[in-house]
């Protein structure tokens, strides 16, 4: 089939259980420009090098008119869809309550709370045949966790829930269609969820609790604090990508190790190699397909010229799978050496939340995997989710 | 591999960062011969950099920073004994306590050490001090402890800086004499020396540019300074931060083409004798090292970073467990860093070689900013400050010879300032002719080759 389709075939529901040979078909191509204008990247060094690359920007307002559709009346612009130097300095805030160097202790702090969560869940599993890995576990892990650190009452999932899946779909890598709609859609669900966020920050606002959104609020320093508005489009960001991306992590995970009973039976033995395998597993299976960037002049890849303007959609999940750059590349190996992956990306954009899903991988399934000696899978392949960037499961029943 | 180059007698002297990764990547290699690690201090192989940051800080104990191992080489460590000689025909390293050492094969890894101050009677004095070794680190951390009233740092180098960055950050007045126009300004030209002055004046530092220390006073212990512009400095600690020697006056009577400025190599690691003909068994890595690099026209680097002393080291191993088919050239871009006064200093090619300086990104003002260096037409190096992420990005434009200055559309650049590019301030370097470019390409360590470019 005519690679200038090949966007729209990876976008087909029907090839979401395996996209792979789609990939091997852009890496073939190197470049490969669609017939909408935009171009998809598969070779894992051409990602690397644009990820790092001054010229590439991560701010949709620098796409070509046709690409961009119609301005929007109130939207709100998170530091992931920024450039620096806003980038950095809305980064550089987020990060205080977070991680080093301002909060080095935080998520190491948290690792007893994670795992008690999961068993809880996992308790819960007792005197059932059969479980759904995603509803029952996968998924109210991670709400918990980031509900738990950004200061969001739990009881609260079913209405941000809406929200969050409204925003997901809006933000979907879709070739050809007009974003205007979409758009407008996600941003109504943006700002609803934002003025529901910066209420629960309110509410803290010099009665600060040992949570994230207190500690926005709270921030001595004036030169530390985030504006209503980029409190509201910061909070938004963490709570969808603290909870949305980590559900297929770890549902992937569970997948893959019921793929490969082998390694299963082995990480059971050898728990200590299960950092490896979670860095393994956003390698073969990552929870975040690709990424849209747009090059703010022309630049040369692997010998085409991008032109400026131009949708650049980076497939990560190929670089992932580049046999240029990993020996073997098909093969899920949990004691993988050199696994430089593009899991979390890369450059200044690399993911915020990664040492954290990190964390919460590794404890999910080093409490689930005794669990898993005689599971097997209800369906293989189990249904998916609509996105082809946030990939992963919708369910994934197993019996016990 | 031949089985005579996998067996033998592998002698490496000097127990730093290079022998230490040496003697690691030859037992990678296959080597299963007899392996001897020559150093002259008595510490098992510990890391520099921390020693002029954290351990002055106060925050890791200078004895904490030895280096993590990769593998156990399985050697034979001689530790505290200072190789004095080395003999080429009987291929023997004599010993300062009388032994000496028989090889088949040689690592000259002895790197460098810290330039005296020129008086010895005054460089004698209590409370002068050289930062080099970790025994030096601990004893001036012990005297920062102490509460002085005043530093003199000698020289605004990468370590005097980072030695008054240090003393700044310990709430002590510290005074840094520099005899060019700024800190720095050797290393990085004028632009970011600018930087780097207006940064450390902000910081409290007392800088004094443009003068030379002409005298330490004290009567057994350090009092104070005098300055060749008539002022006196008084103050109870002098560090004297005047660069490093490298460590070749044993290799004296070797025949070796070994001198002040290191001992020459090709790019391949073996050492030129001293009538430019290339030995068989003789290999350098790390600061001791003198090699041509093509993508500086061939001009024989030597180079004092952390990152050279690793890879030329791995690529010298490599080459002394391999047939010459096999034998691989050390063309690492040089990076180095450097932290001092809440800023990181990142440093890819070589930015002395350079014409021009251009702000690609960021700007003087935020204090975040990449400087890309050209010469000729084409960049040769790129500095970050606190804005290391994109160093990769530099590294594949000097690896290409891309043109200078860089194209504009960096999402954060500044299109004026790129547009103008500004005399880079360093040293020009000796006319050359016009010559070929040389690009690097390829990812594997064993997969990079030369493309030489004709001229135009």
């Known amino acids: 089939m005519a690679i200038d389709t090949l966007l729209e075939r990876i976008n087909d529901y029907a090839n979401r259980p395996d996209p792979y040979p789609l990939y091997a078909e852009l890496r073939e191509a190197g470049v490969a420009r669609q017939t909408d204008g935009s171009y998809l990247i598969g070779a894992y060094h051409d990602i690397m090098a644009l990820l790092h690359d001054p010229r590439i920007s991560a701010d949709r307002r620098n796409l070509a008119a046709p690409y961009r559709g119609l301005p929007q009346e109130e939207e709100q612009i998170s530091l992931i869809v920024l450039d620096d130097p806003e980038h950095h300095r809305l980064r550089s805030l987020a990060m205080r309550p977070f991680g080093p160097p301002h909060s080095p202790g935080r998520l190491d702090a948290m690792r007893d709370e994670i795992a008690q969560i999961a068993e809880e869940l996992i308790e819960a599993f007792d005197g059932r045949a059969r479980i759904d890995i995603v509803d029952d576990f996968a998924y109210p892990l991670p709400v918990s966790v980031i509900c738990r650190l950004l200061g969001v009452p739990r009881e609260d999932e079913p209405v941000f829930r809406e929200w969050s899946a409204t925003i997901i779909d809006s933000a979907d890598i879709k070739p050809g269609a007009d974003p205007t709609e979409r758009r407008r859609v996600g941003g109504r669900a943006r700002v609803e969820m934002g003025r529901y966020l910066v209420d629960l920050a309110e509410q803290r606002r010099g009665h600060p609790r040992d949570d994230m959104l207190s500690a926005f609020v709270n921030e001595p320093d004036p030169a530390g604090l985030l504006t209503r508005e980029e409190l509201a489009a910061t909070a938004v960001l963490l709570l969808i990508a603290g909870h949305e991306t980590t559900v297929n992590l770890i549902t992937n995970g569970v997948l893959t190790l019921l793929r490969h009973p082998g390694q299963l039976e082995r990480l059971r033995r050898e728990p200590e190699l299960l950092p490896n395998a979670v860095e393994e597993l956003l390698r073969y299976e990552p929870p975040v397909h690709m990424r849209q960037r747009t090059p703010l002049a022309n630049i040369d890849v692997a010998g085409t010229t991008v032109p400026k303007g131009v949708p650049l959609v980076l497939m990560l999940a190929s670089g992932n799978r580049d046999p240029n750059r990993f020996r073997d590349p098909e093969r899920f190996d949990p004691t993988r050496p050199d696994n430089q992956h593009l899991g979390f990306g890369s450059g200044i954009h690399l993911c915020y939340g990664g040492p954290l899903a990190r964390i919460e991988a590794q404890i999910a399934l080093a409490a689930l995997i005794p669990r898993l000696g005689t599971t097997t899978l209800v369906q293989d392949p189990p249904p998916y989710r609509r996105s082809a960037m946030l990939r992963g499961p919708r369910h994934l029943p197993i019996e016990l | ?456």
């Open chain 2, 1 to 456: 591999m031949p089985d005579d180059l996998r067996e033998g007698r592998i002698v490496i002297v000097g127990a730093s960062l290079a022998g230490l990764r040496a003697a690691e990547t030859l037992r990678e290699e296959g080597f299963t011969g007899s392996l001897t690690v020559i150093g002259d201090e008595p510490h098992p192989p510990y890391d520099r950099p921390p020693l002029s940051k954290q351990v002055l800080l106060g925050r890791m104990a200078a004895d904490a920073a030895a280096l993590p191992m990769r593998r156990d080489p399985d050697a034979e460590w001689r530790l505290g004994v200072r190789a004095t000689g080395l003999d080429p025909v009987g291929k023997q390293v004599l010993l300062a306590d009388g032994e000496s050492v028989t090889y088949d094969r040689l690592l000259i890894a002895t790197g460098t050490r810290a330039r005296p101050w020129r008086n010895a009677d005054e460089a004698a004095l209590d409370g002068v001090f050289t930062l080099r070794t970790r025994d030096d680190a601990g004893r001036l951390t012990e005297r920062l402890a102490a509460g002085p009233r005043r530093v003199l740092v000698i020289g605004g180098g990468f370590t005097g800086s980072e030695i008054a960055s240090a003393c700044r950050e310990r709430g002590i007045e510290v005074t840094l004499a520099e005899r060019g126009p700024g800190p720095l300004v050797g290393a990085l030209g004028g632009t970011l020396s600018m930087l780097a002055a207006g940064l450390q004046r902000a910081h409290g530092v007392d800088l004094r540019c443009g003068v030379t220390v002409t005298a330490l006073r004290g009567n057994g212990r350090f009092t104070g300074a005098d300055l060749s512009d008539g002022s006196r400095i008084d103050a109870d600690v002098c560090v004297v931060a005047m660069g490093a020697v490298r460590n070749t006056e044993w290799l004296a009577e070797a025949g070796l083409a070994a001198g002040p400025r290191g001992v020459a190599c090709d790019a391949g690691c073996r050492a030129f004798n001293m009538y430019g003909i290339v030995t068989d068994d003789v290999f350098v890595a790390g600061d001791a090292a003198r090699f041509p690099h093509p993508l500086f026209e061939y001009q024989m680097l030597s180079l004092e970073h952390w990152g050279n002393a690793v890879t030329q080291a791995e690529v010298a191993a490599h080459n002394m467990v391999s047939p010459e088919p096999a034998r691989r050239p050390h063309l690492a871009v040089p990076v180095f860093w450097s932290s001092q006064f809440g800023l990181n200093i990142k440093s890819v090619g070589v930015p002395t070689f350079s014409d021009q300086v251009v702000i690609a990104q960021g700007s003087l003002d935020e204090r975040r900013l990449v400087a890309v260096y050209g010469y000729r037409g084409r960049i040769t190096a790129a500095v970050t400050v606190n804005m290391a992420k994109w160093l990769e990005y530099y590294q594949g434009l000097i690896e290409t010879a891309a043109p200078f200055p860089p194209g504009p559309g960096a999402a954060d650049g500044r299109p004026l300032v790129a547009a103008f590019p500004i005399p880079s301030n360093v040293p020009d370097p000796k006319g050359l002719f016009h010559g070929p470019t040389v690009a690097l390409t390829g990812y594997l360590p064993d997969r990079r080759l030369t493309v030489v470019r004709p001229a135009d």
